[in-house]
């Protein structure tokens, strides 16, 4: 007998237990084929048999090898119960358990040496989210009466862009009685109050990305909404830079830099403005932290795209050279809109954090008139890769950080000046058009959100550890890989077709929540319109306690 | 649902008139209050038109208070006038010790000041007396303007018509524009300064229905102006609305309608003035109302004009005789005053329009 080593890898050391059932297995070799993390491999068990042939018991023994499905015991290739397994098998015979005695975040460590990296949101389940102890409370009833949603015509639009206080506008009455410009204003568009967050070209698959944009291009032409998308730091493709599709993206740009000398080459041949500028300063689901993408996922085309070496890509948590809100940011916004001859609104992105308010106040005050939009980004938010340590354990909620910074403005009396868009978490219960309409009221211009995307065209990790392998570049449904047998997984078509279904149906409920309150037009900052059963919510919300 | 009124008069009327335009709607009172704002003043205060009256409703202690504080400032009283009441018994009506009615000279440093600065003094006078009156509410400042006078009262108006004797004609008290409501505001309190009409350097304004955006209207006044306070009512914010878009701003009074009830985008995307419509859109996106409202509004230069929410669900109606132009919520109260008019030329103004009445009585209509 072996000498047991105590001290090895078992299946029951890690999150998830491959159940397999080799009775209804016919070893058709699917589930090893698809699993792409090979957390589960062909083995040949040794099986004894005991018959008896006569008429009185004589046992006899047989030995034979037996084919079988078993999941392999290693810190590498460990199961991370995508389930896709189960998916493929035609009888049931195998599928992942999750394993409540897991010792998963010891070993790895002790093993790897290494701190423990993943995608996907934070994985310490909270109690029962802000949003969803807020309810809509203010109905519209008899001398006010609500709206019918499915008929009355309603402005489902938010600004992204520097508002200018009304004195300060450049008006002059003329002769005929109206009121004229007289000088310039800053760039203002009027989008849809729900973006599509920054997700990269090398986060995300190249399939993945063309489903998000082609979704977004239908939005618009066909479906009459005005949707934007963040390119993510990745770059963009050179042909959609030169496309008339450019003004549905929001170019990002955080601290690597990536794509922009491509961006900034391609400029002279853009025939359409990009929708915005977006600075990316930090993301809510690892604040304090740059953007991290492993070497596995640097394709060629991601090489070409942001014109690196197949290498670990790492944003520096900073933008470097840049350490004062006042003069730096300035700077940055500065010349990004001489690039584009002012006509191009500059937002920036910050994790939601303590702080985040004072960053606010600094920008809201800011004399040039330059920040387009104050993007903030909760705890929840989610990522393509990041420590787990620095996902589970850093940042800040979002929805009293963003209250917080609407009564900053409130109390300056200059909001909507710098929209705010937010994010974190925002349709994690797969309700975005609630989570949406509350953060409005509270005081957001719009929201942005990335993971639900995903979710739209298939992803099947959650907030329980299940798959969050976007930083393997071996997602299981194509769409945070660059592996060609893996992104072509993913159906382009369905995935585009799922997110236009769900936007339609978000923009329909959203109306649906508007109508009840009577307002036609998006209720920013109507706070009258909420209540909550949770006082100390209420409280810190500054809105109705109802009980 | 409230009554609105308004009365525009080549010659000077009497609040009778205007008690009468609302009496005839009385279905849509409570009975909790009566208000109204004459501008125009005639009768004894027709040779004072350039000087400030106070209106004010005060213990005898808030009338020394607010005296004093004038006073103290310079202002010199040189009329004053105390409408003789008729207290009889079982009138519903909650009634102040006083109410009254003075016209001060400006103190002797302001005699060459500009309008302007004049006005700014005037505001900031008000505001004196309003705080130092309501620590014990020892009264209530309604208004304290030149060519301004302000009534407001708790209780049933036809006993606030009865009390102050305003059912018969008294040449002493006349103005050429009268506006008036018969109800309280019922989302508050019954308090008299929530009592439509509101004042504010002036401008009046009052309005017939619900403000949907009272929450963002207020947070975003509260520090546009220090005139902008009270809040009582949430209809309040269309005056200050007014009086930031046509003093503070200096734009054209046709631009109200776009602050309240911008014109949805794709409407402004069609427009020749696009641009600034969306600028105006854009940076007063707080003052934009919601909700179901007819608001009638009176100009400093005593130009009177209505308009009504993007949903038109709060009726108005314009009647007009070549001296006398009457706004109603309905159309009775303006046949009980106007019974010989010809009824085919009244306006019902529609939801994207203003109607303004002129000096002249000269009917302009603005298409939004």
Same mark, same amino acid.
């Given at each position: 007998?072996?000498?047991?080593?105590? /001290?090895?890898?078992?299946?029951?050391?890690?999150?998830?237990?491959?159940?397999?059932?080799?009775?209804? &297995?016919?070893?058709?070799?699917?589930?090893?084929?698809? &699993?792409?993390?090979?957390?589960?491999?062909?083995?040949?068990?040794?099986?004894?048999?005991?018959?008896?042939? #006569?008429?009185?018991?004589?046992?006899?023994?047989?030995?034979?090898?037996?084919?079988?499905?078993?999941?392999?015991?290693?810190?590498?290739?460990?199961?991370?119960?995508?389930?896709?397994?189960?998916?493929?098998?035609? =009888?049931?015979?195998?599928?992942?358990?999750?394993?409540?005695?897991?010792?998963?975040?010891?070993?790895?460590?002790?093993?790897?040496?290494?701190?423990?990296?993943? #995608?996907?949101?934070?994985?310490?389940?909270?109690?029962?989210?802000?949003l969803?102890r807020l309810r809509v409370g203010r109905i519209?009833?008899?001398?006010?009466?609500?709206?019918?949603?499915?008929?009355?015509?309603?402005?489902?639009?938010?600004?992204? #862009?520097?508002?200018?206080?009304?004195?300060?506008?450049?008006?002059?009455?003329?002769?005929?009685? /109206?009121?004229?410009?007289?000088?310039?204003?800053?760039?203002?568009?009027?989008?849809?109050?729900?973006?599509?967050?920054?997700? @990269?070209?090398?986060?995300?698959?190249?399939?993945?990305?063309?489903?998000?944009?082609?979704?977004?291009?239908?939005? =618009?032409?066909?479906?009459?909404?005005?949707?934007?998308?963040? @390119?993510?730091?990745?770059?963009?493709?050179?042909?959609?830079?030169?496309?008339?599709?450019?003004?549905?993206?929001?170019?990002?740009?955080?601290?690597?830099?990536?794509?922009?000398?491509?961006?900034?080459?391609?400029?002279?041949?853009?025939?359409?403005?990009?929708?915005?500028?977006?600075?990316?300063?930090?993301?809510?689901?690892?604040?304090?932290?740059? #953007?991290?993408?492993?070497?596995?996922?640097?394709?060629?085309?991601?090489?070409?795209?942001?014109?690196?070496?197949?290498?670990?890509?790492?944003?520096?948590?900073?933008?470097?050279?840049?350490?004062?809100?006042?003069?730096?940011?300035?700077?940055?916004?500065?010349?990004? =809109?001489?690039?584009?001859?002012?006509?191009?609104?500059?937002?920036?992105?910050?994790?939601?954090? @303590?702080?985040? %308010? @004072?960053?606010?106040?600094?920008?809201?005050?800011?004399?040039?008139?330059?920040?387009?939009?104050?993007?903030?980004?909760?705890?929840?938010?989610?990522?393509?890769?990041?420590?787990?340590?620095?996902?589970?354990?850093?940042?800040?909620?979002?929805?009293?950080?963003?209250?917080?910074?609407?009564?900053?403005?409130?109390?300056?009396?200059?909001?909507?000046?710098?929209?705010?868009?937010?994010?974190?978490?925002?349709?994690?219960?797969?309700?975005?058009?609630? !989570?949406?309409?509350k953060?409005?009221c509270l005081?957001?211009?719009? %929201?942005?959100?990335?993971?639900?995307?995903?979710?739209?065209?298939?992803?099947?990790?959650?907030?329980?550890?299940?798959?969050?392998?976007?930083?393997?570049?071996?997602?299981?449904?194509?769409?945070?890989?660059?592996?060609?047998?893996?992104?072509?997984?993913?159906?382009?078509?369905?995935?585009?077709?799922?997110? %236009?279904?769900?936007?339609?149906?978000?923009?329909?409920?959203?109306?649906?929540?508007?109508?009840p309150i009577?307002?036609?037009?998006?209720?920013?900052?109507r706070a009258d319109a909420l209540i909550s059963t949770d006082r100390?919510v209420a409280e810190?919300l500054q809105i109705q306690y109802v009980c | 649902?409230?009554?609105?009124?308004?009365?525009?008069?080549?010659?000077?009327?009497?609040?009778?008139?205007?008690?009468?335009?609302?009496?005839?709607?009385?279905?849509?009172?409570?009975?909790?209050?009566?208000?109204?704002?004459?501008?125009?003043?005639?009768?004894?205060?027709?040779?004072?038109?350039?000087?400030?009256?106070?209106?004010?409703?005060?213990?005898?202690?808030?009338?020394?208070?607010?005296?004093?504080?004038?006073?103290?400032?310079?202002?010199?009283?040189?009329?004053?006038?105390?409408?003789?009441?008729?207290?009889?018994?079982?009138?519903?009506?909650?009634?102040?010790?006083?109410?009254?009615?003075?016209?001060?000279?400006?103190?002797?440093?302001?005699?060459?000041?500009?309008?302007?600065?004049?006005?700014?003094?005037?505001?900031?006078?008000?505001?004196?007396?309003?705080?130092?009156?309501?620590?014990?509410?020892?009264?209530?400042?309604?208004?304290?303007?030149?060519?301004?006078?302000?009534?407001?009262?708790?209780?049933?108006?036809?006993?606030?018509?009865?009390?102050?004797?305003?059912?018969?004609?008294?040449?002493?008290?006349?103005?050429?524009?009268?506006?008036?409501?018969?109800?309280?505001?019922?989302?508050?309190?019954?308090?008299?300064?929530?009592?439509?009409?509101?004042?504010?350097? *002036?401008?009046?304004?009052?309005?017939? *229905?619900?403000?949907?955006?009272?929450?963002?209207?207020?947070?975003?006044? /509260?520090?546009?102006?220090?005139?902008?306070?009270?809040?009582?009512?949430?209809?309040?914010?269309?005056?200050?609305?007014?009086?930031?878009?046509?003093?503070?701003?200096?734009?054209?009074?046709?631009?109200?309608?776009?602050?309240?009830?911008?014109?949805?985008?794709?409407?402004?995307?069609?427009?020749?003035?696009?641009?600034?419509?969306?600028?105006?859109?854009?940076?007063?996106?707080?003052?934009?109302?919601?909700?179901?409202?007819?608001?009638?509004?009176?100009?400093?230069?005593?130009?009177?004009?209505?308009?009504?929410?993007?949903?038109?669900?709060?009726?108005? %109606?314009?009647?007009?005789?070549?001296?006398?132009?009457?706004?109603?919520?309905?159309?009775?109260?303006?046949?009980?005053?106007?019974? !010989?008019?010809?009824?085919?030329?009244?306006?019902?103004?529609?939801?994207?329009?203003?109607?303004?009445? !002129?000096?002249?009585?000269?009917?302009?209509?603005?298409?939004?």
């Amino acid at each position: 007998m072996e000498t047991m080593k105590i /001290q090895d890898i078992t299946p029951n050391d890690l999150p998830w237990k491959i159940r397999y059932d080799a009775s209804r &297995c016919t070893l058709c070799g699917s589930c090893v084929a698809a &699993c792409s993390f090979r957390a589960i491999v062909p083995k040949v068990e040794r099986r004894r048999l005991v018959f008896s042939e #006569g008429d009185l018991p004589e046992p006899k023994a047989r030995f034979s090898a037996v084919p079988v499905i078993r999941q392999a015991h290693s810190i590498k290739n460990y199961c991370r119960g995508c389930g896709i397994c189960e998916k493929v098998c035609p =009888n049931d015979a195998i599928g992942p358990l999750r394993n409540v005695d897991n010792r998963h975040p010891i070993v790895t460590r002790c093993l790897g040496g290494d701190s423990i990296k993943r #995608g996907g949101r934070k994985n310490l389940e909270g109690t029962v989210r802000t949003l969803d102890r807020l309810r809509v409370g203010r109905i519209s009833q008899m001398t006010d009466p609500s709206l019918d949603a499915q008929r009355h015509t309603f402005d489902l639009l938010a600004p992204f #862009g520097r508002i200018m206080p009304a004195n300060k506008l450049p008006f002059a009455v003329n002769e005929t009685g /109206q009121l004229a410009a007289s000088g310039q204003t800053p760039p203002v568009r009027w989008i849809y109050p729900v973006i599509i967050g920054d997700m @990269s070209i090398g986060a995300l698959s190249w399939r993945m990305w063309e489903a998000v944009a082609m979704a977004v291009a239908y939005l =618009n032409e066909e479906c009459g909404l005005p949707v934007r998308m963040s @390119s993510g730091e990745g770059g963009v493709p050179e042909r959609l830079l030169k496309s008339r599709y450019l003004k549905y993206m929001i170019l990002q740009i955080a601290s690597g830099h990536f794509g922009w000398n491509r961006i900034a080459k391609t400029m002279p041949h853009m025939i359409e403005d990009p929708a915005g500028i977006l600075i990316k300063i930090g993301q809510g689901a690892k604040p304090g932290d740059g #953007g991290l993408l492993m070497a596995q996922k640097v394709a060629e085309h991601i090489q070409a795209i942001r014109g690196v070496p197949k290498a670990d890509l790492l944003s520096p948590p900073n933008h470097q050279g840049l350490y004062s809100i006042e003069e730096s940011v300035q700077k940055m916004f500065l010349s990004f =809109n001489a690039a584009f001859k002012f006509r191009v609104p500059v937002a920036i992105k910050v994790a939601a954090s @303590s702080t985040s %308010v @004072s960053v606010f106040n600094n920008l809201v005050r800011d004399p040039y008139n330059i920040v387009g939009g104050f993007f903030l980004d909760g705890i929840d938010g989610g990522t393509g890769a990041a420590h787990e340590v620095s996902l589970d354990h850093t940042g800040h909620p979002i929805v009293s950080k963003l209250r917080d910074c609407y009564l900053a403005a409130v109390a300056q009396g200059r909001q909507g000046q710098i929209p705010l868009w937010a994010a974190g978490g925002l349709g994690k219960t797969g309700d975005l058009a609630a !989570d949406a309409f509350k953060m409005i009221c509270l005081g957001a211009n719009g %929201v942005f959100t990335g993971k639900l995307i995903l979710q739209m065209a298939g992803c099947v990790g959650n907030e329980m550890g299940r798959c969050n392998a976007c930083n393997t570049g071996l997602c299981p449904v194509g769409i945070t890989t660059q592996e060609p047998a893996l992104a072509h997984r993913l159906d382009v078509e369905r995935a585009a077709q799922n997110i %236009v279904n769900y936007f339609l149906a978000m923009d329909q409920e959203l109306k649906k929540l508007m109508a009840p309150i009577g307002n036609s037009s998006l209720p920013v900052g109507r706070a009258d319109a909420l209540i909550s059963t949770d006082r100390a919510v209420a409280e810190r919300l500054q809105i109705q306690y109802v009980c | 649902m409230c009554r609105i009124g308004a009365i525009k008069s080549r010659n000077y009327v009497h609040p009778s008139q205007a008690l009468l335009l609302m009496q005839s709607q009385q279905k849509g009172h409570d009975n909790s209050g009566f208000a109204m704002v004459m501008h125009d003043l005639g009768g004894i205060f027709e040779g004072y038109k350039h000087l400030p009256t106070l209106s004010l409703a005060c213990t005898d202690e808030g009338l020394k208070i607010a005296e004093d504080i004038l006073h103290a400032a310079g202002f010199q009283r040189v009329l004053q006038w105390v409408p003789e009441t008729n207290d009889q018994p079982g009138l519903d009506i909650i009634t102040m010790p006083n109410y009254v009615f003075e016209t001060f000279d400006y103190p002797k440093h302001y005699k060459k000041a500009e309008k302007r600065e004049k006005e700014e003094l005037l505001l900031d006078m008000r505001l004196k007396i309003r705080l130092a009156l309501e620590k014990d509410e020892t009264g209530f400042v309604y208004s304290f303007w030149p060519d301004v006078l302000t009534l407001k009262e708790i209780g049933d108006p036809r006993d606030i018509g009865t009390y102050f004797n305003l059912w018969d004609v008294d040449k002493r008290f006349m103005a050429k524009v009268i506006t008036a409501q018969c109800r309280q505001n019922t989302n508050y309190d019954i308090v008299r300064y929530a009592a439509h009409p509101f004042f504010l350097q *002036g401008y009046t304004a009052l309005a017939n *229905g619900e403000n949907t955006f009272y929450l963002k209207n207020v947070e975003f006044q /509260q520090k546009l102006h220090r005139g902008y306070i009270g809040f009582e009512s949430d209809s309040q914010c269309f005056l200050y609305t007014l009086h930031y878009a046509h003093r503070e701003l200096g734009w054209p009074l046709s631009y109200f309608k776009h602050v309240i009830t911008p014109l949805p985008f794709e409407d402004i995307e069609q427009r020749d003035d696009k641009d600034s419509l969306l600028s105006i859109r854009q940076s007063l996106a707080h003052l934009e109302i919601n909700g179901p409202n007819t608001i009638i509004g009176v100009l400093p230069d005593n130009t009177l004009f209505t308009c009504c929410d993007a949903k038109k669900l709060r009726p108005i %109606v314009v009647g007009r005789s070549d001296d006398m132009v009457v706004f109603s919520s309905e159309v009775c109260g303006i046949n009980e005053i106007m019974p !010989d008019r010809d009824w085919e030329t009244d306006i019902y103004p529609h939801e994207r329009e203003i109607v303004a009445i !002129d000096e002249n009585l000269e009917v302009h209509r603005w298409r939004q």
